[in-house]
């Protein structure tokens, strides 16, 4: 058996023992799903869902409710919000903690090669003859790949499916990581940090995309706590460079060549094999089971009750949903000649994300249209300022310290970034902070301590500084990454969460080129990464909604 056929079979699966019966109202309804008298099936409804009590009958006027927000009404939109019911009531188990851990490696990774990339930029510089300055532009090699990765993996998840894109973003990364570190020239290791950088690009919203279609609302907070494998991926980097490259490394340009500079080529192949790991991690060790909702767009329906029954299985629950209820809310198969989506339709959509119809509802009303422009503003100040700082951070610290220093301080920072979205994760729920709070006090102390790194030239008190810097951004970034899907409404969550990850990729590539060309004062990215920084606390502080103790909309 081939394994395609395993995997295929694998999907397939039913779960009996995991299926209860979903209670029927007292209304009749025809073989389409639709109520003799649909307005007392939804007064019914309501008082049956206040009871606490979920029917069929209930079940298709909420689905019928929330078809009318989001524009579509077809097979496949009915399905898919049966799908997503289903996986509401399943609640948090095994199987979403086990994708806590799946996803954080993808937001390792992510860490793991900006970082990593940033600490080989001194010994890149000297091995191919290139100036500081310029070497930056293995950054924005990598930043280009992450700007085109995110895009295009975005569109393939889906296209191809969630699991294969899961998958092959880290096994893309991993194997051009590998290739990186045979790099033989400076365009050669510039164009695979690139190619790495279109795995890497994918991981945060194929990631996201999974956890969030399986996390419970009432679960939420829990994105704080994935900013904390970001943490663990700088952590890894600095480690490995700390043992790496001041011990395998030229001390000048004059006698700098490849036989007496591995150093960094012992880092970036150590990352590669760590993401390679990764990835087989992924592959061999965790049952994921394909989305069923991309499962239900091509028309596969066995599959995705499969799926559904899979996730209730591995969280030792039961799950109501079958074809039989799937086929009332949506539609019998024999007499619908399509079922899913074509692969055109399914692009068409995901770009439609994009359009005008999706992202006028995000300024539909005066809060709401203000909420939408400062958190993009946030994103895009964050993503600029994040990068001019940290992005070159190991060459800041070298100006005033040795190169084992260096590296020591910047395992020490990476360290006291772990804690941060822990912090945050608590400190999101508190009543009178809650995300707001957490948010705008963390970034605050975030933009003044890069102002303090600058006024100082002793080791000790910039490693403080960074230290605490790196400890009270990972709490900023844990937060924003949980209150910008909350804020949007739910038909246009993508569009707003998509813009707002796009602005932020965007102005990270951009912040390497204003590093390189803007000023020849050293010092002169860190003020402006600073003044970014401040700029976003001034935003959200004028954020007008507060998502902590609220449904989403």
């Known amino acids: ?119 080989t930029l001194t010994q890149l510089a000297m091995e191919f003859g290139v100036s500081q300055t310029d070497s930056r532009f293995a950054t924005v090699s990598l930043f280009v790949g992450l700007t085109i990765g995110a895009s295009f993996w975005g569109i393939a998840s889906d296209t191809i499916g969630r699991r294969p894109a899961f998958n092959c973003t880290l096994l893309l990364c991993g ?32 990631d996201a995309a999974i956890f969030l279609e399986c996390l419970p609302p009432n679960s939420g907070n829990i994105l704080s706590g994935l900013a904390t494998w970001w943490s663990v991926g700088t952590l890894i980097a600095s480690m490995l460079a700390w043992a790496f490259i001041p011990n395998f490394s030229c001390a000048s340009y004059a006698d700098c060549t490849k036989a007496n500079n591995w150093g960094w080529r012992y880092l970036v192949l150590s ?6 790991c990764m990835f087989l991690c992924r592959f061999f060790l965790f049952t994921l089971y394909e989305s069923p909702k991309f499962l239900i767009s091509r028309g596969r329906q066995d599959e995705a009750v499969a799926a559904v029954e ?11 949903l079958t074809e039989e209820i799937l086929n009332e809310i949506g539609g019998y198969p024999e007499e619908n000649e399509t079922q899913g989506l074509s692969t055109v339709e399914i692009i068409k959509r995901s770009l439609e994300r994009f359009s005008y119809q999706q992202i006028a509802p995000l300024f539909k009303t005066k809060r709401l249209a203000v909420s939408t422009i400062l958190i993009w503003f946030c994103w895009t100040c964050i993503g600029m300022g994040y990068t001019l700082f940290n992005a070159f951070l190991p060459q800041y610290l070298s100006a005033n310290s040795s190169e084992y220093i260096t590296y ?5 920072t990476a360290v006291c970034g772990i804690p941060g979205p822990l912090l945050g994760w608590v400190m999101v729920d508190v009543p009178y902070v809650g995300r707001k709070g957490t948010m705008a006090a963390s970034t605050l102390i975030t933009g003044v301590l890069l102002f303090c790194f600058t006024a100082t030239k002793d080791p000790n008190i910039q490693l403080l500084c960074s230290s605490l810097e790196s400890f009270f951004q990972m709490i900023m970034y844990g937060v924003l990454y949980a209150y910008t899907p909350e804020l949007f409404p739910a038909p246009n969550r993508g569009t707003g969460t998509g813009i707002a ?38 935003a959200m502080c004028l954020l007008p909604i507060e998502t902590a103790g609220r449904q989403s909309m």
């Open 271 to 276: 990352l590669g094999a760590i993401t390679f």
């Open 175 to 206: 194997a051009f990581g590998l290739a990186a570190g045979g790099g033989s020239s400076w365009v050669g290791t510039c164009a695979l940090y690139a190619c790495l950088g279109l795995g890497v690009g994918g991981n945060l919203p194929v």
């Open 501 to 538: 990850s796009c602005l932020n990729r965007i102005a990270g590539l951009m912040a390497p080129i204003i590093g390189i060309y803007a000023s020849t004062d050293p010092v002169a990215p860190i003020y402006a990464a600073g003044a970014l920084i401040l700029a976003s606390f001034v």
């Open 1 to 119: 058996m081939n394994l395609k056929a395993i995997f295929t079979n694998r999907e397939r699966r039913h779960f009996p023992e995991v299926v209860r019966p979903l209670p029927r109202g007292s209304v009749s309804s025809d073989k389409n799903g639709m109520s003799d008298d649909s307005k007392d099936s939804l007064d019914r409804a309501s008082r049956q869902e206040k009871g606490g009590e979920l029917t069929v009958e209930s079940l298709r006027a909420e689905i019928e409710a929330n078809l009318v927000d989001t524009g579509h009404d077809s097979v496949y939109d009915r399905k898919a919000k049966v799908i997503n019911k289903a996986v509401q009531d399943i609640g948090m188990g095994p199987y979403q903690w086990g994708l806590f851990v799946l996803c954080g490696m993808g937001w390792v990774a992510d860490n793991l090669w900006l970082q990593g990339v940033a600490l």
């Open 408 to 412: 020591r301080n910047y395992a020490i």
């Open 310 to 320: 899979g996730i209730a299985h591995k969280n030792k629950t039961t799950t109501w």
